[in-house]
């Protein structure tokens, strides 16, 4: 089964709106990690948290590990149509399998 | 650099055939991995490797076969491929377990008809 759960899984907003995506799994995380996968492209690895209760920013985005590393968020401040995509989540579950989240697809009306 | 290169990009199957996915990375990577990707389920591990000679079961490794003779190469085989397995596959490759993020391939968009 998912051992790494994402909500919402689709996120319709307008241009300029604020969005969340929260990613929590069944078991502790020795580190998470967030990526990006653009309409029609391929995963692009936005950053990595290790930390429990580590809050990281990169401009617009702001990235949270939970203080039990066992959930984080990711949340966008005024959205541009330049954020469209779908964003995961993952973790090192169990011994070397590095599992994705489902994934929130993120789509932004100008 | 090329990163993670895959080929093809595009294959159609007929039911019954089998193929193989190249997958090579030219950064050194110890930590291989290939994934599928189907609509609203996200990416699923296949399998894995952590080192040439090294492989193992991710979640949905049924119809798959790989092997890791080199550090830099990790193909993906389609033993007898089924309409369920039509989907786009990733390979993707990571320093480590704790060392920066997974770079991923553009893909191959496999069709069994």
């Known amino acids: 089964g998912q051992q790494v759960m994402q909500i919402p899984q689709y996120q319709h907003v307008q241009e300029g709106e604020d969005f969340t995506t929260y990613c929590n799994s069944s078991?502790?995380?020795?580190?998470i990690q967030w990526y990006k996968q653009r309409p029609g492209g391929h995963p692009v690895f936005l950053i990595q948290l290790v930390k429990s209760g580590e809050v990281k920013k990169q401009k617009r985005l702001t990235f949270q590990f939970g203080e039990a590393k066992k959930n984080s968020s990711l949340h966008i401040t005024a959205t541009q149509t330049t954020d469209v995509g779908t964003y995961f989540c993952?973790?090192?579950?169990?011994?070397?399998?590095?599992?994705f989240g489902s994934g929130t697809k993120l789509n932004v009306k100008p | 650099n090329a990163g993670v290169t895959q080929t093809p990009k595009f294959q159609v199957l007929k039911t019954g055939q089998s193929m193989t996915l190249q997958c090579a990375q030219d950064m050194n990577h110890e930590y291989m991995s290939w994934y599928r990707q189907d609509p609203g389920m996200g990416l699923r591990l296949i399998h894995y490797s952590v080192g040439a000679g090294i492989t193992d079961q991710g979640e949905v490794p049924n119809g798959y076969n790989v092997s890791r003779s080199t550090t830099e190469d990790f193909p993906l085989r389609l033993l007898s491929a089924a309409p369920s397995q039509t989907s786009v596959y990733f390979c993707?490759?990571?320093?480590?377990?704790?060392?920066?993020?997974?770079?991923f391939g553009s893909g191959t968009r496999l069709t069994v008809v």
């Open positions: 993707a490759s990571s320093y480590a377990e704790s060392v920066g993020g997974y770079t």
């Open positions: 078991t502790t995380l020795s580190n």
């Open positions: 993952a973790g090192w579950v169990d011994f070397n399998k590095f599992y």
